[in-house]
C-alpha cells in the first residue's frame, strides 16, 4: 500500500494530521513528542554529510520503503530514461555510482548492459546482489566512496540516479565528476539527476512528505537552506513500534554550475534534459544533466 502526503504549512501541523491517518494512538504520542523535541535541522546539519551518515541514512529502512517510493513500473521506466540519454547498448560497461540496492543497476544488466554498480552501503550491496542473484544476472557489485575510484577507462557510460550527487562539500562533490571522468573512455557520456533547483525553492518550506507499507511509515521532511544552497532532509521512520531518526543534506546546483564544474572536470559538452528526457524547462522537477568526455 502507498500513501503519500504533502504539507507545507509548518511540522506541528503535519504531524497532527498524518498520523491522525495512519498511525495507532500510542505511536502518534510517541512521534509528536519527537518532532516538537527538534524540529529545526540547521543545529544538527553542516555543509556536508559524512560516510558514517550516509551509511545510516541509506540501511534496512531504505530498502525496506524502496517499492512502495519507487513502484517497480516507475523504476522500469527510469531505466528505460538512462538506456536512452546514455545511448547503453548490448554488452556496453556502465558503472552506477551510488547504485544503492540496484533498483536501477539490475534493470539495466537485464537489459544487455555490463554493469558495474558502487556504493557505500553494505547492506544495500548485499541486496543488490540478492536481486541480482534472483534473477539471474551478473552484476559487479563493489563496495566503496564514489571520491575515490579504481577504475580508470574503463566505461562507455556512468550516472548518478536519484539524487545521489551533491552531498559533500564543493570540493569533494567536483572531486567526484573527475573521479567519474577518469573512469570513462574517451567518449564516454555522464548523466547526473538532480531535483530542479528552481522549482525546487518555488515551494514553502518545510514540505513534508508521507509514505506507508502496511502499518509503517516514513516521514521526510524537506528544508532549504538558502544561504549555503542546500537542501535537508530530515527522515523520521515509525516501524514496529519504533521510531528512528536519520537525516540527509545535498548541494543544489544550476545548470550553469553542473556546466562550470564538469567542463573542469574534463568533459567537452553539457547538455540538460527533463526527468523524461524532454527539453528542460524551468517547471521541470527533475534537471538531468548528461555529459559528454
Given at each position: ?17 498524518a ?20 524540529s ?30 519507487n513502484?517497480?513500473e ?24 551510488g ?44 563496495l ?60 514553502k ?14 516521514i ?7 544561504l ?25 546546483y ?20 527533463g526527468?523524461?528526457g ?6 521541470s ?9
Amino acid at each position: 500500500m502507498t500513501v503519500t502526503k504533502t504539507f507545507n504549512n509548518g511540522i506541528e501541523k503535519y504531524t497532527n494530521i498524518a498520523f491522525q491517518y495512519y498511525m495507532p494512538r500510542a505511536t502518534i504520542c510517541a512521534i509528536h513528542h519527537t518532532v516538537e523535541g527538534k524540529s529545526k535541522m540547521d543545529d544538527k546539519i553542516d555543509n556536508s554529510i559524512s560516510p558514517s551518515e550516509l551509511e545510516s541514512y541509506f540501511g534496512e529502512d531504505y530498502i525496506y520503503f524502496g517499492d512502495v517510493v519507487n513502484l517497480p513500473e516507475s523504476s522500469d521506466r527510469q531505466a528505460e530514461v538512462i538506456c536512452d540519454l546514455l545511448s547503453i547498448g548490448q554488452d556496453s560497461p556502465v558503472i552506477e555510482l551510488g547504485c544503492g540496492y540496484g533498483r536501477i543497476s539490475n534493470r539495466l544488466a537485464e537489459k544487455g548492459a555490463q554493469v558495474t554498480g558502487l556504493d557505500i552501503s553494505p547492506i544495500l550491496l548485499k541486496k543488490a546482489e540478492a536481486d541480482a542473484a534472483e534473477r539471474g544476472l551478473n552484476v559487479e557489485y563493489v563496495l566503496g566512496d564514489m571520491r575515490s575510484l579504481p577504475w580508470r577507462d574503463r566505461f562507455d557510460a556512468a550516472f548518478l540516479w536519484y539524487t545521489t550527487f551533491g552531498y559533500f562539500d564543493d570540493a569533494d562533490n567536483e572531486t567526484v565528476l573527475r573521479e567519474a571522468a577518469s573512469c570513462l573512455r574517451t567518449g564516454g557520456r555522464l548523466l547526473i539527476d538532480h531535483p530542479n533547483r528552481i522549482d525546487f525553492l518555488s515551494h514553502k518550506s518545510p514540505i513534508c512528505y508521507v509514505a506507508q507499507r502496511h502499518n509503517d511509515v516514513r516521514i521526510d521532511i524537506f528544508s532549504n537552506d538558502v544561504l549555503r544552497d542546500r537542501s535537508n532532509l530530515e527522515r523520521i521512520i515509525v516501524r514496529d513500534g519504533c521510531v528512528r531518526r536519520t537525516h540527509l543534506s545535498f548541494r543544489q546546483y544550476g545548470f550553469s554550475e553542473y556546466v562550470r564544474m564538469l567542463r573542469g572536470a574534463g568533459f567537452q559538452t553539457v547538455e540538460a534534459y527533463g526527468q523524461e528526457g524532454e527539453a528542460f524547462t524551468s517547471d521541470s522537477s527533475r534537471l538531468v544533466v548528461v555529459a559528454y568526455k
